[in-house]
T-cell receptor, first 113, second 115 residues
C-alpha cells in the first residue's frame, strides 16, 4: 500500500518569512496530492491540491510543487502570517474512484510574530 | 464551515458504556469516512462507505460499529471501549467518481475520552 512521509514534524518561522513542508510517497500510481490545514479544535481543511499532470500550482501565498520522478511534493507558504499557525497534513491517493487517502504524520507550523 | 457536522463535539465515557457518534454531510456527496486521530500519529482511516455500502474496514476492532442509513448520515456506535481508544474521531465526505479525484471534506471531530 501507499506510504507517505512528512518532514519536518515541527517548524517555527518568523512572521513574513517562508515555510516549506516536504512529503514523499511510495506508490508510483498515486496521482492526487492534497494538503490540509488543521487549526486547534477543528477538523482538517483542504487548502490546496495538485494532480499528477502538473508540476506546480499556486493560490495566493501558498503553492505546491510535485516531482513525480522523485516521488515527492512540497507545500510552500510565503509571507507567513500568525493565522498560518496550524498543523499541516499532506496526503496521497490513486484517484479515479479510489476512496482512500493516505496521510502524512503532520507538521506543526508556528509563526513567530 | 465545511458542510460536514459532527455531534457530540466532546464525549467522556466509561469502558462499559454504549454511545454513538453522529455525522451529517450537507454537500450531496456519495462517500463518507470515519478516521481516528491520535497524538503524533497519521490520521487512521477506519471505515469507508460508498453509496451507503461499506467498502473499507481497516481492521477496526468490533467494539466500533459503523452505520450508514443513507448517503448523508453516518454513525459510529461505541461499546466496551478501552482507554487507548481515546482520540479525536473525524468524519469526512467526498464525491467519488466524476472528476476521479477524492477531495475529502472533514467535520470538526468528536473528542472522545474513555475512562
Amino acid at each position: 500500500g501507499e506510504n507517505v512521509e512528512q518532514h519536518p514534524s515541527t517548524l517555527s518561522v518568523q512572521e513574513g518569512d517562508s515555510a516549506v513542508i516536504k512529503c514523499t510517497y511510495s506508490d508510483s500510481a498515486s496521482n492526487y496530492f492534497p494538503w490540509y490545514k488543521q487549526e486547534l479544535g477543528k477538523g482538517p481543511q483542504l487548502i490546496i491540491d495538485i494532480r499528477s499532470n502538473v508540476g506546480e500550482k499556486k493560490d495566493q501565498r501558498i503553492a505546491v510543487t510535485l516531482n513525480k520522478t522523485a516521488k515527492h511534493f512540497s507545500l510552500h507558504i510565503t509571507e507567513t502570517q500568525p493565522e498560518d499557525s496550524a498543523v499541516y497534513f499532506c496526503a496521497a491517493s490513486n484517484g479515479f474512484g479510489n476512496e482512500k487517502l493516505t496521510f502524512g504524520t503532520g507538521t506543526r507550523l508556528t509563526i513567530i510574530p | 464551515e465545511t458542510g460536514v457536522t459532527q455531534t457530540p463535539r466532546h464525549l467522556v465515557m466509561g469502558m462499559t458504556n454504549k454511545k454513538s457518534l453522529k455525522c451529517e454531510q450537507h454537500l450531496g456527496h456519495n462517500a463518507m469516512y470515519w478516521y481516528k486521530q491520535s497524538a503524533k500519529k497519521p490520521l487512521e482511516l477506519m471505515f469507508v462507505y460508498n453509496f451507503k455500502e461499506q467498502t473499507e474496514n481497516n481492521s477496526v476492532p468490533s467494539r466500533f460499529s459503523p452505520e450508514c442509513p443513507n448517503s448523508s448520515h453516518l454513525f459510529l456506535h461505541l461499546h466496551t471501549l478501552q482507554p487507548e481508544d481515546s482520540a479525536l474521531y473525524l468524519c469526512a465526505s467526498s464525491q467519488v467518481g466524476g472528476s476521479g479525484y477524492n477531495e475529502q471534506f472533514f467535520g470538526p471531530g468528536t473528542r472522545l475520552t474513555v475512562l
